[in-house]
């Protein structure tokens, strides 16, 4: 078809509320923008294709979905279900972990071509690294860029005073999110995945641990599982395995730092004379999470003072203070 004929399909489609014969016409345009090298313009229709596309199923999914499941000792939810409206860019790491994230966006939004070369995109994917190096947002932006609702679960509501009822808490958890298509984070998954061998573990959570590994080998759903653990050291081997892809966060490098900065000081206007640089350099060793913390501290610093500029002074006292109260919590760990 011509560009003309395929507009003229898009319009009778619509007016005959085809909806199926409007998404693959509008396929087809975009394709053929993809093949005159028009990648700007492909690219955005195909975000508002798959943005509408997501919409008209989630509407036609929630009503279906099954209630939050409980746990039966307390009645406390679960999980929750959690909304976000993020941009990708907002998300600040190292470039070789952007491009595993965004593989699996891509690999998504591509299942139904993976399915015709009788490949799965990535369903179960494992976030290691220290705490506040982004593990949690990146689930978060996945699910706003995708615009399905992330599945937010914590191990430590699962696991019961009884322990008998911890593997019926996680069949009911995973019967829910089989139902539908979610996004997914098993939060403080370490709490779950310890390694089975430790010789102080109760002989119950093995039993857990082993229910748990069964209900991941036998999930069905069409939902993107992520695990997220601060202790990888601390998972059982078997753990491993079961995972289609492990995505590992480090501490960010200075230039990384850098931009955080940037990015966290952009509510507050800033003195000419502030370095950014110079923090980045100070700031090693920090954590994306810490330097917000940080860059917050500077910015309440400045409001308090009845200032709307932010020098370098305030800068330098926030990231002095912190590295002092992560000394102390050093030393206090030791001690213990």
Known sequence: MTNSELIKQLFLSFNNKDNEAFIQTAREYIEREKRKKHTIVAKELEKALYQSECVSN????FKQSLPIPRDTEKGFPLLEIQHFEQEFDSLILSSDTKDQLERIIREFKDADILATYNLSYKKKILLC?????????????ISSMLNIPLVYIRFDAIIS?????????????FDFIENDTWIVLFDEFDIIGKNRDDAHEHGEIKRVVNNFLQMLDNF????????????????????WRRFDAVIDYELPDEATR??????????IKRDKKINISKAAKASQGLSPADI???????????????RNILDMADLETAIKQFIRRENVKQNGQRDE
């Open 220 to 239: 069905k759903g069409d939902s993107i599982l992520f695990a997220a653990t601060n202790h990888q050291n601390m998972l059982d081997s078997a753990i």
């Open 258 to 267: 850098k931009q955080l900065f940037e990015s966290y000081l952009r509510p």
């Open 129 to 141: 690294g220290k705490p506040g190096t982004g593990k949690t947002f990146s689930a978060q932006i």
């Open 58 to 61: 989630n509407k036609k999914r």
């Open 292 to 306: 917000k913390m940080v860059t917050d501290e500077a910015i309440k610093t400045a409001i308090i003072d009845a």
């Open 161 to 173: 005073s009884y322990l008998g009822e911890t593997a019926g808490n996680l069949r009911k958890v």
